[in-house]
């Protein structure tokens, strides 16, 4: 089994992982749910490589709804670090949301993930929702 060791430094913070390919972490979830305009899709933990496609299939589902909704609203209120395989999810969903006239907007980008969009200049890609900001999902102590 092979170990990877990443290091990244963005936004001021380094993220430290070292994880084994075959048991990677999967901490993130995605819950879902719908308002007047669409799917609303509620994200919690960290966008990488490993937890991407935790995210890819719900927005693959939130995507295919006909007929296409006019909105899907990503809520990235409890996301703490996304890396560019994250990226790549949110730039591939919106590529198919404009293939179905739908909107990708973005709901709460903590300042992680706005660094992110900031640093590789695709930030005007994801219109910014106004919801106003949402309780934090409850987290489970650690033992």
């Not at 937890?51 to 899907?72: C, G, I, N, S, Y």
């Not at 209120?77 to 919106?94: E, K, P, Y």
């Not at 709460?108 to 992110?116: A, E, F, I, N, S």
């Amino acid at each position: 089994m092979r170990r990877v060791a990443v290091r990244w430094l963005l936004g001021g913070h380094q993220h430290e992982r070292g994880a084994s390919i075959d048991n990677a972490p999967q901490n993130l979830t995605v819950t879902t749910g719908d308002n007047w305009a669409g799917p609303v899709l509620l994200c919690a933990g960290e966008i990488d490589i490993h937890t991407a496609p935790r995210l890819d299939r719900p927005l693959r589902r939130a995507l295919a709804v006909r007929p296409a909704p006019a909105v899907v609203l990503l809520d990235l209120q409890d996301v703490s670090f996304m890396d560019s395989t994250g990226l790549n999810s949110l730039l591939a969903a919106r590529a198919e949301a404009g293939r179905n006239g739908t909107l990708l907007a973005l709901a709460h980008p903590g300042p992680q993930v706005t660094r992110l969009l900031e640093i590789t200049e695709t930030a005007p890609l994801f219109p910014l929702s106004p919801l106003p900001p949402r309780p934090p999902v409850p987290r489970r102590p650690v033992t």
